[in-house]
């Protein structure tokens, strides 16, 4: 039914459909990184999305580059 629903949807409608999947999917993923670590700061948090989601080269690299800005402290 639901892919139906979808194959008959203007792609203006398909693309504010995957809009809104991706908005919730990104909310979801970050809740879930804030209720597994309430000790963190927002920036901590941040940089431990990335580590789960890109690796933990990348998360390094954020990281350094928060910690040059000031907005984190190592």
């Known amino acids: 039914m639901q892919i139906e ?6 792609p203006q409608q398909r693309c504010k459909l995957a809009r809104s ?33 890109y690796g933990a080269e990348l998360a390094r690299r954020f990281e350094r580059w928060l910690v040059e800005r000031g907005l984190l402290t190592p």
């Not at 629903?5 to 203007?10: H, Q």
């Not at 908005?23 to 970050?30: D, P, R, Y």
């Not at 670590?37 to 940089?47: D, G, M, Q």
Request: no cysteine; glycine share 2%.
């Open 5 to 10: 629903l979808f194959r008959r949807a203007t």
């Open 21 to 53: 999947l991706s908005v919730g999917t990104l909310a979801l993923a970050h809740r879930a990184i804030e209720r597994a670590y309430p000790e963190l700061s927002p920036w901590a948090r941040r940089v431990k999305f990335v580590e789960v989601h």
